[in-house]
């Protein structure tokens, strides 16, 4: 279990290899590595994992989710996450983020243990992560320690809220269990420079999960009569991406808390 304070572990939610290189050019040490991010992220493909890992020295945590929606899987979609799985673990991949769900949003344990074995199974160090399927569920507490006796490292959690600032309260609560047979706890989800610090601060957390958006521009994106960009939000001719400058501020804001922190 993750249970110190020792570094601040910053992860970027990347979408693909080039998210990679930018995190890891702003100081970022680890991502999560997706494709689809507008969809709330799916399984990357094996080639960017692989140039991620060529490339750079990035802890990797490949995200394994066949379509976007929610987290109840038919028999074949559960099929597919378990080849992917096998895939990017034979790729290089460091650790998985996951997350199984039933109808009425309890956790399900069986898929839960099965993969998490698997992902172990794959060799020492290697990251079982339950990501924010977690807060679609009630009780978030009960649900942590659950996860922790399956054999879960980490949870990726905004505390149940939209953000990891307005679930702070909770997202604290479950940080105050580790080493109580709870798994690490990821706060993520709105957190940028400008409240890292202070999230920080708040909940006694000992890792940050960010996104770092910009946004690029693609003239190829319209036609006379079809757009594929983000119409309705001014971004029509633009597709987002993480920010290398973004990442770097962050990185600069956890590391001056840490030096504040050491002083004290």
């Known amino acids: 279990m993750e249970d110190n304070r020792k570094g601040i572990t910053l992860e970027i939610c990347c979408g693909g290899y080039a998210d990679a290189m930018a995190a890891w050019r702003g100081g970022a040490k680890r991502i999560e590595l997706n494709s689809a991010l507008y969809l709330g992220g799916l399984t990357p493909s094996p080639a960017s994992l692989m140039l991620v890992k060529e490339n750079t020295g990035l802890e990797v945590i490949a995200m394994v989710r066949p379509r976007g929606g929610g987290f109840c899987y038919d028999q074949k979609e559960y099929a597919q996450m378990l080849r992917e799985a096998d895939n990017l673990l034979e790729y290089g991949a460091d650790g998985l983020a996951f997350g199984f769900l039933h109808p009425d949003r309890t956790i399900d344990g069986e898929r839960t243990r099965e993969m998490t074995r698997l992902i172990h199974a794959a060799g020492p160090g290697r990251t079982a992560v339950f990501h924010r399927a977690f807060d679609c569920t009630d009780s978030l507490e009960d649900n942590a320690l659950l996860l922790g006796t399956l054999g879960i490292d980490r949870i990726l ?46 909940t006694g957390a000992s890792q940050l999960h960010s996104s770092c958006r910009g946004w690029r521009t693609d003239p190829t994106g319209t036609g006379p009569r079809v757009s594929y960009g983000y119409a309705g939000a001014g971004k029509e001719l633009a597709y987002d991406a993480v920010s290398e400058e973004n990442v770097r501020r962050i990185v600069q804001v956890i590391a001056a808390w840490e030096e504040r922190e050491g002083e004290q």
């Open 157 to 202: 959690t905004s505390g149940g809220e939209p953000t990891a600032w307005e679930g702070r309260e909770m997202i604290r609560m479950l940080c105050r269990n580790r080493g109580a047979g709870y798994p690490g706890i990821l706060p993520g989800c709105g957190v940028q420079a400008g409240n890292a610090a202070a999230l920080l601060e708040a």
